[in-house]
């Protein structure tokens, strides 16, 4: 693919995350920077990441006053909706609260979240040292580059196309504003995408070691007792490792990840509202209020599409990586099965058994929310529930609208 060639060969898990992690960084969402082929941190990164998270606040809402004080956007909010302001109104706070809760749990714990990754590295060590492990660095970093170049370009294009039609006197200060309100808001959808990276991350390194605890496998590979059983017990501390892994995990983005999944879920209805709503109107006002109607379509589709997707999307990676993990469990319990002549498996495969139960390993965001399938399908029945609703009520009001229209038109053939 032409886009990685400026970017080098990918030969670690650091060089794999580090797109997405620069990201992340450069919005103020963790405390560590790149240094080489490794995660640092360093006071400079702390001093950066807090500063960017300050600087994007104060130059967000000082614009705002501004703008707020000048007369024609006065104007214009007086004719605006006030369901529509207060909608706006909402998403600001929302978002504001948001990445603040996002910039400080992730300062806090940016120590455990650079442990994930430098764990992930040395475990991606063993497996290429002593399984000869492929682990396709490239194919992860690929995905990465297309997934989030397309992402932040569908959302930079949204915000400052609106923020270019509504700027007529104040460009400057719309364009400030834009890219203030930008990094409030990417830097919480953003933190969701490296969740899903790292879950997605997990899952693959379960999937191999399902394969490196075949029988088949590890007769052929080593034939030598001795060595087999000590890749044995390694495969299975391998497992145990990424079951460890999944609950840093949680601990690391339990905050964060609450927060923006609540966000998502409201701005997602209010976005829904305000489509519809829109799309109602049209058709039935002049051709200028109808393309400025369509314009208003598109950037809100624009907007909805990334933390639509990433609310939808990232409970089925951490569901399937978690189905990887029962896969693994299984195969471990049948090793003693496999391999009935070595005897001191046996307590090893009990010792894993008797972990998996007291552990409970689950993807979980604050509150004790799991993220699986159920929780898709808890989510998209709200949404449609809330379309439905919207439906409903938009066909309760024309029909209302109909009969005054037809009490009127009565009236008038009476002669009252």
Not at 268 to 285: A, D, K, M, P
């Amino acid at each position: 693919m032409a886009v990685l060639y400026f970017f080098r060969e990918p030969e670690t898990v650091f060089d794999c995350a580090g797109f997405i992690c620069v990201l992340q960084f450069l919005m103020g969402c963790n405390g560590f920077g790149i240094s080489g082929s490794n995660f640092k941190i360093t006071r400079a990164s702390r001093i950066y990441s807090m500063s960017v998270a300050m600087v994007a606040l104060i130059c967000l809402f000082g614009s705002l006053s501004v703008l707020l004080a000048a007369e024609d956007v006065q104007e214009r909010l007086a004719k605006a909706d006030n369901l529509l302001l207060s909608i706006s109104v909402l998403e600001l706070v929302m978002s504001t609260v948001v990445f603040v809760v996002t910039v400080i749990s992730l300062q806090v714990f940016a120590r455990r979240h650079l442990g994930i990754y430098q764990r992930l590295a040395a475990l991606d060590s063993r497996l290429m040292a002593d399984f000869g492990a492929n682990l396709n660095y490239r194919k992860m970093l690929r995905k990465n580059i297309a997934l989030l170049g397309i992402v932040t370009i569908i959302y930079l294009m949204a915000i400052n196309s609106a923020a270019f039609q509504v700027a007529s006197g104040h460009r400057a200060l719309f364009l400030l504003f834009a890219l203030c309100y930008t990094i409030v808001t990417g830097g919480p959808h953003f933190t969701g995408y490296v969740h899903m990276t790292l879950a997605e991350m997990l899952g693959i390194r379960l999937r191999l070691l399902q394969q490196l605890l075949q029988p088949e496998f590890l007769n052929w590979r080593f034939p030598q007792q001795h060595v087999q059983e000590l890749r044995i017990r390694q495969v299975v501390s391998m497992v145990q490792e990424l079951h460890y892994l999944v609950q840093e995990i949680n601990r690391v983005y339990a905050l964060s990840l609450w927060a923006a999944m609540a966000h998502d879920l409201a701005i997602s209805t209010s976005e829904l509202y305000i489509l519809f709503g829109q799309s109602v109107g049209l058709g039935q006002q002049n051709e200028e209020e109808n393309s400025g109607g369509y314009r208003m379509l598109g950037y809100m589709v624009l907007c909805m599409s990334p933390p639509l997707y990433k609310l939808l999307i990232a409970p089925f990676y951490c569901d399937r990586t978690i189905y990887e993990a029962r896969r693994c469990l299984r195969l471990v319990e049948k090793l003693d099965e496999w391999f009935p002549q070595k005897s001191t498996l046996r307590p090893l495969v009990e010792s894993l058994m008797s972990w998996r139960i007291q552990a409970r390993i689950q993807f979980t965001s604050g509150l004790d929310v799991v993220l699986d399938r159920k929780v898709i399908a808890l989510f998209t029945s709200i949404l449609v529930n809330y379309l439905l609703i919207l439906i409903s009520f938009a066909m309760t009001q024309k029909m209302g609208e109909q009969i005054e229209q037809q009490k009127i038109a009565l009236q008038e053939w009476i002669g009252f």
